[in-house]
């Protein structure tokens, strides 16, 4: 009986090790957290966006920084002011920022080309 009783312990253990050490705990949703700060495959347009927000003066109206924006692919419609209207209808990354409570004029949404890392409109602040 003890020899069963070993064996089966055994096969449990063995299962154990084998489930644990083939369950990747992280998500792959293309998010990384290294050192409280969210970073992603968009880090690169929330900066460009904060660039642009800061040398239009905007960053009075934004509550936090770069960090703190939220990208999104969106196709570019005509309520947006565009430098270039051949990206009426294409596909672009809209970086938006949190606005400070007391603001009137919310944070312009910045639109970033993917592919050129340039600002190439904005949806003005409500």
Not at 9 to 31: E, M, N, Q, R, Y
Not at 57 to 86: N, P, R, T
Not at 103 to 125: A, F, K, M, N, R
Request: with cysteine.
């Amino acid at each position: 009986m003890t020899k069963a009783v070993l064996r089966n312990a055994f096969a449990v253990l063995l299962l154990i090790l084998l489930v644990g050490c083939s369950a990747d705990p992280k998500v792959d949703d293309g998010t990384n957290i290294e050192n409280g700060i969210v970073s992603d495959e968009y880090n690169e347009a929330r900066k460009i966006a904060w660039d642009y927000i800061l040398e239009m003066g905007w960053d009075k109206h934004a509550e936090g920084d770069w960090q703190s924006a939220e990208v999104q692919v969106v196709e570019v419609g005509e309520h947006y002011e565009l430098f270039d209207e051949s990206y009426l209808g294409e596909e672009v990354l809209e970086v938006s920022f949190v606005d400070v409570a007391s603001t009137l004029v919310g944070t312009p949404e910045i639109l970033v080309d993917s592919e050129t890392g340039e600002v190439v409109g904005y949806l003005p602040g409500e």
